[in-house]
T-cell receptor, first 109, second 112 residues
């Protein structure tokens, strides 16, 4: 079963705009990670946020975590064509990491 | 440093056959996890190994098995292949519990 659920399932925006993706999960976690995947290739780790953190930044990425609502968001600012990919959240709890179904992001020129 | 490597890249098998997929973690990483990703879905957790011991198992049938070797490389074995086993199989390693996972490029398995 999949714990994380990303929203929206698909998102198309103009290059230069910001993209926001949300992730909800069901059980307690130790941390939450965001990954990017291009065209069915291996996943690239973007950012990890621990359960005692509320916000984290990495370059153009900003991740928030609200453990009371069991939700997280990923913001990509000033989007580029190269950001076109699928984005997954993954919750890390004890001995397994559970992925959501992903958000397909398409950056329009 | 080399990242996570997986072999083979692609594999075609027929129903009922057996397959072995291989993974080498990043140097120094002792934890290896395996995932199955069906087209259009997120990766599904299969196994996690740490220090050669199974530390976690996902909801997969006993046809799926894995092991980790003293050099921390790992094998995933699937017996009695079904059409539904066609997927991208991903391996990931990490240095310690609850740290970032780093993924290999995956093995694309097609079962005919």
């Amino acid at each position: 079963s999949q714990q994380g659920e990303e929203d929206p399932q698909a998102l198309s925006i103009q290059e230069g705009e910001n993209a926001t993706m949300n992730c909800s999960y069901k059980t307690s976690i130790n941390n939450l990670q965001w990954y990017r995947q291009n065209s069915g290739r291996g996943l690239v780790h973007l950012i990890l946020i621990r359960s005692n953190e509320r916000e984290k930044h990495s370059g153009r990425l900003r991740v928030t975590l609200d453990t009371s609502k069991k939700s997280s968001s990923l913001l990509i600012t000033a989007s580029r064509a190269a950001d076109t990919a699928s984005y997954f959240c993954a919750t890390d709890a004890r001995d397994k990491i559970i992925f959501g179904k992903g958000t397909r992001l398409h950056i329009l020129p | 440093d080399a990242g996570v490597t997986q072999s083979p890249t692609h594999l075609i098998k027929t129903r009922g056959q057996h397959v072995t997929l291989r993974c080498s973690p990043i140097s120094g990483h002792k934890s290896v996890s395996w995932y199955q990703q069906v087209l259009g879905q997120g990766p599904q957790f299969i196994f996690q190994y740490y220090e050669k011991e199974e530390r976690g198992r996902g909801n997969f049938p006993d046809r799926f098995s894995a092991r980790q070797f003293p050099n921390y490389s790992s094998e995933l074995n699937v017996n009695a292949l079904l059409l539904g086993d066609s997927a991208l199989y991903l391996c990931a390693s990490r240095g310690a519990a609850y740290n970032e996972q780093f993924f290999g490029p995956g093995t694309r398995l097609t079962v005919l």
